[in-house]
């Protein structure tokens, strides 16, 4: 059973920092490509990054403040979130797709909610 569970969420101010984790278990990680998509009220979920074996990717909203990473040995991967703004406010959802040309993310965890005061 694929299981994956974010933590690390809270209410912070703007400027600050936060560092989601997401625990992975029931699959072979290192073989999987993971991201982080997030949801604010009303809207739709949209990416904001992926790590590969290939590379890493970011949505233009978080690059320069944002870092993905991931642990192999542990199966863990993390959103280290710096300079958070108040648009930044969303529920954060761990996704993990089979590493291919075009990675599928068929696996999410429950989310956790950031939320970003001004």
């Known amino acids: 059973q694929v299981q994956l569970v974010e933590s690390g969420g809270g209410l912070v101010q703007a400027g600050g920092s936060l560092r989601l984790s997401c625990a992975v278990s029931?699959?072979?990680?290192?073989?999987?490509?993971m991201a982080w998509f997030r949801q604010a009220p009303g809207n739709q979920r949209v990416f904001v990054a992926s790590?590969?074996?290939?590379?890493?990717r970011y949505a233009d909203s978080v690059k320069g403040r944002f870092t993905i990473s991931r642990d192999n040995a542990k199966n863990m991967v993390y959103l280290q979130m710096n300079s958070l703004k108040p648009e930044d406010t969303a529920v954060y959802y761990c996704?993990?797709?089979?590493?291919?040309?075009?990675?599928?993310?068929?696996?999410w965890g429950q989310g956790t909610q950031v939320t970003v005061s001004s």
């Open positions: 996704a993990a797709g089979l590493d291919t040309l075009i990675p599928k993310y068929d696996s």
């Open positions: 029931g699959l072979p990680f290192s073989f999987y490509a």
């Open positions: 790590t590969r074996r290939s590379n890493i």
